[in-house]
């Protein structure tokens, strides 16, 4: 995880890379939100710490355009102007901290904490959600389709006359199916046909 | 302060003002009816009215003596004593009676605003129509104005009186009002006004010699030049003006014995000029006060601006500052041996920069919303800042610094942060006029001292050249500075700050260099 510090004033985000650094955290640093956006890659995580007043893009711009991408990087907003309506921008934001320059390093590093632990129930999720993507991949044809029918709440008879096959056949798919899935029986595998596919379940 | 120097004051009060009201009384005793003081010209109430609401009642005895005094050598006691003694009780008690009324209902006698002259006015003009029917009536209950109806005299000392104590009171207030007498002395200065009251003069004379024998016919003439003395001058202006068309009458009307000029119409047109005068004056006052005002808020709005924009732009640094500092003290920690010293160094710089990031958050408070955090503050510990700011301020200057005060101070009750700014400003100011008069015994030097039982005062002094009176007018306000290199600054917060406290930042006029800043103190239960 990464703290990308975005601040204008060389020396502060220098001065912030530095600190933080010792504290033994990774960061990158830009001038701008526009080099952030531009370096932005899919598999970052860790969290922003960005100034509310930045040329072009302000922090708490770039944090609604990071949103609208359905980017959820956690933000901490700085700012060297602490008056009300900053503070109040940057609380609608929904950051996780609001932090008045110049701030206790403590408070920083705080902050930067309550961050990396929302990311990482964020990464938590998106691995479980892959790996079940994945499972699924393991499906054959005829499997997949009697997954759907059973997430539908189908009987086995009822599977097998839609499919056109034997009640009997029906059972077996099930097993290898819970089999491949790692489910231990059908609730379960119902559950997980509906997390997995939210798609079906409209 | 003991009784016999409360009696020699109080002779003395005696000794000026008995002289100077029968004088008047003596120079005002024209056109009267018969052979009593029912003139259409009397200043001398105004002397015993001003006396009376300044130095208290306590001068009604004198004043009722120096007008029986008065009507004895002036007029030779024309209705035998005891209606003398009579009218005399009358006067001093009417005068007494606006002289409590007016001390009563005016918070000051400096006729600052609308409202004050209003009530002067309906005071004056009320308050000389009820004695004047009491002393007519006297008189001509003991049958001795035969000949005579009773409004007429009524009227004549009517006008007389106001008029009197109309013109003449406002210039006696001013005199005893240290800020409108400078003014009024600095007004006879103007180029300006001495042509006015040329212009002044010119109609005067016009009226009573160039237009044939009546001269209360063109005294409308004499609003034209009282408007734009007015106008210019506001009150002062007006007081003066009034003044000497007063001097011009009375001159006018001695210079002609003989023939019957209308005195009474022409104190009654008097009485409209300076009604006109005294209002039209508060109102160009009130307008310029509040013009003042105006563009002092808006300098201070874009001071806060300003204090916004730099708090921003110094923050930036030391948000740096700090961050390089507890960088360095993490370094430092790794290694539990290493060197002491620097940490302590590093520990002092951060805190340094803590505090600097502190005093520019609160003056941005300050302009933003106006807040100040009292707390307790021990007078030595304000002092003792007030000690180091001086000692690192005159460093190699080869200036001398100390600081005086008594052995027990109260504690104060002030924001500390925005008081060590205040100190620190007046302090730097010192050192540079000082240091800028190129003088060898520069000398710096911070006194206090109780101020009545709610205050106490720093005063700040050195052997500059201090400030001149023509710099005193504008030191205050934002961006009017002394400096090549001042932003002007520096005493409009000082000051804003003081006053934001319920204090205040004074310069004292002097030669050298001194300022007095009065902080409250704690309040004791």
Redesign the interface.
């Known amino acids: 995880m990464t703290v990308f510090v975005i601040d204008d004033?060389a020396?502060?985000r220098?001065?912030?890379a530095?600190?933080l650094g010792?504290?033994g955290y990774r960061t990158a640093v830009f001038a701008d939100a526009e080099a952030f956006l531009a370096a932005w890659r899919g598999d970052w995580a860790g969290c922003v710490v960005a100034d509310v007043?930045l040329p072009g893009r302000s922090g708490v711009e770039l944090q609604s355009t990071l949103r609208n991408r359905a980017i959820s990087l956690p933000f901490v907003i700085i700012t060297?102007?602490?008056?009300v309506a900053t503070a109040r921008a940057a609380f609608r934001s929904q950051a996780v901290d609001f932090l008045e320059?110049?701030?206790d390093?403590v408070h920083l590093c705080a902050a930067i904490e309550t961050a990396f632990a929302l990311e990482e129930r964020r990464i938590q999720r998106e691995d479980g959600r892959r790996s079940d993507l994945e499972k699924l991949g393991r499906l054959t044809a005829r499997e997949r389709e009697v997954l759907e029918h059973a997430a539908r709440g189908l009987h086995a008879k009822e599977i097998a006359a839609a499919l056109g096959i034997s009640p009997r056949t029906v059972e077996v798919h099930k097993t290898r199916i819970m089999d491949k899935l790692g489910v231990r029986n059908v609730a379960e595998l119902v559950r997980f046909a509906i997390a997995a596919t939210p798609s079906n379940g409209k | 302060m003991p009784s016999s120097m409360k009696l020699l004051r109080y002779l003395r009060d005696v000794a000026v003002f008995a002289p100077c009201y029968i004088a008047l009384d003596w120079a005002s005793y024209i056109d009267p009816v018969g052979p009593f003081n029912i003139t259409p010209w009397n200043p001398q109430p105004a002397l015993a009215i001003v006396w009376m609401m300044l130095g208290g009642l306590i001068h009604f005895p004198a004043v009722l003596a120096t007008i029986l005094l008065a009507d004895v050598v002036v007029r030779h006691t024309p209705g035998g004593y005891v209606i003398t003694a009579t009218t005399a009780l009358v006067l001093a008690g009417g005068y007494a009676t606006i002289a409590w009324a007016l001390k009563t209902l005016l918070s000051d006698t400096g006729l600052r605003s609308t409202r004050q002259v209003t009530i002067f006015a309906a005071v004056v003009v009320a308050g000389t129509s009820a004695v004047g029917a009491a002393f007519v009536g006297v008189l001509s209950a003991a049958g001795l104005l035969a000949g005579t109806p009773f409004n007429n005299a009524w009227m004549r000392f009517w006008i007389g009186d106001a008029v009197g104590i109309l013109v003449t009171a406002p210039l006696l207030f001013a005199a005893t009002d240290p800020a409108r007498g400078s003014a009024l002395l600095s007004l006879l200065r103007r180029p300006e006004a001495l042509l006015q009251a040329i212009v002044l003069g010119v109609v005067v004379w016009l009226i009573f010699k160039g237009f044939g024998s009546d001269p209360s016919r063109q005294f409308y003439l004499l609003f034209l030049p009282l408007i734009w003395i007015a106008v210019r001058f506001g009150m002062n202006g007006a007081i003066l003006a009034t003044a000497i068309v007063q001097m011009g009458v009375v001159l006018g009307v001695h210079s002609d014995v003989g023939a019957s000029l209308p005195v009474v119409e022409l104190q009654a047109l008097l009485v409209a000029l300076t009604l006109t005068g005294l209002f039209l004056g508060v109102m160009v006052d009130e307008r310029q006060r509040a013009e003042k005002g105006l563009r002092q808020t808006l300098r201070l709005a874009a001071a806060g601006e300003m204090a916004g924009a730099i708090a921003h732009e110094v923050n930036q640094p030391l948000t740096a500052v700090m961050n390089y500092g507890r960088s360095a003290q993490k370094l430092l920690e790794r290694d539990p041996a290493g060197p002491s010293q620097e940490k302590e160094i590093i520990g002092k710089i951060l805190s340094e920069a803590e505090r600097a990031s502190e005093i520019v958050r609160r003056l941005r408070d300050f302009f933003r919303a106006g807040t100040t955090r009292l707390e307790e503050v021990q007078a030595d510990e304000l002092l003792s800042a007030a000690r180091r700011m001086g000692e690192s301020a005159i460093e190699g200057k080869g200036i001398s610094f100390e600081v005086q005060k008594p052995a027990s101070l109260p504690t104060l009750f002030v924001d500390r942060l925005q008081i060590e700014v205040i100190l620190r400003n007046l302090i730097a100011n010192a050192v540079e006029s000082v240091a800028g008069a190129d003088r060898r015994n520069g000398r710096i030097a911070v006194s206090v001292l109780r101020h009545g039982d709610k205050h106490v005062r720093i005063v700040v002094t050195d052997n500059g050249p201090g400030v001149s009176a023509a710099d005193r007018e504008g030191l205050f306000e934002p961006f009017v500075s002394g400096k090549s290199t001042g932003m002007g600054l520096g005493l409009a917060v000082s000051r804003a700050i003081a006053e934001a406290h319920g204090g205040s930042l004074e310069v004292a006029r002097v030669t050298h260099g001194e300022f007095h800043l009065v902080l409250p103190c704690v309040q004791s239960a």
Do not use: T
Request: avoid cysteine; hydrophobic fraction near 40%.
């Open positions: 004033d020396a502060v220098d001065s912030i530095l600190m010792l504290e007043r060297a102007h602490g008056d320059k110049p701030f390093n």
